[in-house]
């Protein structure tokens, strides 16, 4: 079944430390991928996102995400985080433009991350 | 655009009453999606529309559920009888073809 892994379930940071979170999918065929972000009371918000071309996508807000095809993987990056980044981030595939659930996102589980300033 | 909008944004109601949620999607898109999202589960895909024919409906959790889409511009999730269990935030999104997914406000239903 097609699943995505996120193996972080709460990361706690201090302000201006570097990030990296990660997702692994198990999907073998062509996939889109995404990150999105979710603050407290709010909702899912669209972080970056990979079609095609370079696997280093750079998103908002200064968050970065690196496709590796052969590990199955696309971490999300970001180099010094701030206290407004405290929310939760999901990781999402789906099975690029084939296939019967077209057009279906899988999530992740979701990664909470907290900043303190 | 005005992006997903969904009705009522909160949502208080007794056990056994009917609950009907809204959604509408943005102008364009093909995809309607229906999802809960509670602390114990994360995020469900409850079920999905295409050009407003349910293509999977299989996360839908029983036959208290259920969804329509009369047109492309409206959808509606309805839990009859409703359950304290199905206290949860319910988010539509919509989406062009296998794009990104732009996920509405959310529904906060509580179920007393």
């Known amino acids: 079944a097609q699943s995505v892994s996120q193996h972080n379930h709460h990361v706690i940071l201090s302000e201006a430390a570097s990030l990296e979170l990660g997702c692994n999918y198990s999907?073998?065929?062509?996939?889109?991928l995404f990150w999105y972000v979710q603050y407290p009371g709010q909702h899912l918000q669209l972080l970056l996102k990979?079609?095609?071309?370079?696997?280093l996508v750079k998103g908002i807000k200064g968050f970065e995400a690196e496709f590796i095809k052969s590990k199955f993987s696309f971490n999300l990056r970001k180099p010094s985080v701030q206290w407004s980044d405290t929310a939760e981030y999901f990781c999402?595939?789906?099975?690029?433009?084939?296939?019967?659930?077209?057009?279906?996102?899988?999530f992740g589980r979701g990664t909470q991350l907290t900043v303190w300033p | 655009d005005a992006g997903v909008i969904q009705s009522p944004r909160h949502e208080v109601t007794e056990m056994g009453q009917e609950v009907t949620l809204r959604c509408k999607p943005i102008?364009?898109?093909?995809?309607l999606f229906w999802y809960r999202q509670t602390m114990m589960r994360g995020l469900e895909l409850l079920i999905y529309?295409?050009?407003?024919?349910?293509?999977?409906d299989s996360g839908m959790p029983e036959d208290r559920f259920s969804a329509k889409m009369p047109n492309a511009s409206f959808s509606t999730l309805k839990i009859q009888p409703s359950e304290p269990r199905d206290s949860a935030v319910y988010f539509c999104?919509?989406?062009?073809?296998?794009?990104?997914?732009?996920f509405g406000p959310g529904t906060r239903l509580t179920v007393l």
């Open positions: 999907y073998g065929g062509t996939v889109n």
């Open positions: 999402a595939v789906n099975k690029g433009n084939r296939g019967s659930t077209l057009g279906r996102l899988y």
């Open positions: 529309f295409n050009n407003n024919v349910p293509i999977d």
């Open positions: 999104a919509s989406s062009l073809r296998w794009g990104e997914q732009f």
């Open positions: 990979y079609f095609s071309g370079d696997p």
């Open positions: 102008s364009g898109h093909d995809y």
